[in-house]
Nanobody
Framework: QLPLVQSGGGLVQSGGSLRLSCTTGEYHLDFYSIGWFRQAPGKEREGVSCISVNSTAYYSDSVKGRFTISRDNAKRTAYLEITGLKPEDSAVYYC?????????????????WGQGAQVTVAS
């Protein structure tokens, strides 16, 4: 089991920014691909970004240019920075991990999940 603990999120004004964090605590992050997903009420879980072991990043078209994924293996933490927030970005955001080199934006591919963080964007 790989525990993923998320922090960040909250209520933000439209156009604002925030950073979500996802840490593995005492477990090394180095060999895990990390994905970020979001799920709005009544909608399916959507992959927004992922980062491979070599830090190659991928983004969905809906967030490209506004979201930045990163990882700090020394801190055992992955991040998702979000700028230019829009009301439609409101959702519960989840991080996920899998012991593979290249990441994917498919929720069913990941083995470990964080507890989720609510992001609400006020218009």
């Amino acid at each position: 089991q790989l525990p993923l603990v998320q922090s960040g999120g909250g209520l933000v004004q439209s156009g604002g920014s925030l950073r979500l964090s996802c840490t593995t605590g005492e477990y090394h992050l180095d060999f895990y691909s990390i994905g970020w997903f979001r799920q709005a009420p009544g909608k399916e879980r959507e992959g927004v970004s992922c980062i491979s072991v070599n830090s190659t990043a991928y983004y969905s078209d809906s967030v490209k240019g506004r979201f930045t994924i990163s990882r700090d293996n020394a801190k055992r933490t992955a991040y998702l920075e979000i700028t230019g927030l829009k009301p439609e970005d409101s959702a519960v955001y989840y991080c996920a991990a899998k012991l593979r080199t290249l990441c994917q934006l498919r929720a069913d591919w990941y083995d470990y999940w964080g507890q989720g963080a609510q992001v609400t964007v006020a218009s």
